[in-house]
Structures are given as structure tokens and as C-alpha cells.
């Protein structure tokens, strides 16, 4: 099965940047696409961003102006760029690896909390 690592979250100030990762590994693995969410205490997971294999990414309209991501195929890696970050970006950060053989995995999540 897929092995998926997220890493990156960390304290941050209001107005500051993080880089979050997400490490795809397992046996035959075949990438499809990787998604971002996050989900903050009491709030369900929302969707942040989608990037497919070779394709273009997608971030939600609520980040789209702040947050990108980009995938490195070679590499199996993933990442979100957060910039301007602010009090309400403060979450656990999920990756879920859609791969060909397994249909998917999730990560354990990453806490990233903005804060003065």
C-alpha cells in the first residue's frame, strides 16, 4: 500500500510563509494526482488544493491568491506553498495520494498554526 509523509507545519506569524511536503512511497507506485486539505477544531476537512500527474493545479478560491501547489514526479513529492498566511489558516494539513493500483492513502496530517 501507499506510504504517504507529510511534513513542513510548524508556528508561524500572521503575514508569513510555510512550505508544506507530502512524500508518496510503496511498491509499484503509480501517481494519479495529490490533494490538499485541512480541517481546524471542530471544522470539517475542507479541500485546498488538487494537482494531477503532468497536469496543471487547482487551489480553492477561499487561498487561491496565497497558496499553490506543485508536485515533483521524480521525486513522488508534493507541495503546498503558503504565503500571507493568517490566524484562520490555522489547521491540520492533510495530503491524499491518489495512486493507480491502490486507489489512495492518506497522510497522518501536519499541524500548522498561525499565530502572534
Known amino acids: 500500500q501507499v506510504q504517504v509523509l507529510e511534513s513542513g507545519g510548524g508556528l508561524v506569524q500572521p503575514g508569513g510563509s510555510l512550505r508544506l511536503s507530502c512524500a508518496a512511497s510503496?511498491?509499484?507506485?503509480?501517481?494519479?494526482?495529490m490533494q490538499w486539505y485541512r480541517q481546524a477544531p471542530g471544522a470539517q476537512r475542507d479541500l485546498v488544493a488538487t494537482i494531477s500527474r503532468g497536469g496543471s493545479g487547482n487551489v480553492a478560491d477561499a487561498v487561491k491568491d496565497r497558496f499553490s501547489i506543485s508536485m515533483d514526479n521524480a521525486q513522488n513529492t508534493g507541495y503546498l506553498q503558503m504565503n500571507n498566511l493568517k490566524p484562520q489558516d490555522t489547521a491540520v494539513y492533510y495530503c491524499y495520494v491518489h495512486d493507480r493500483a491502490t486507489g489512495g492513502a492518506w497522510g497522518q496530517g501536519t499541524q500548522v498554526t498561525v499565530s502572534a
Open positions: 510503496g511498491r509499484a507506485l503509480s501517481i494519479l494526482a
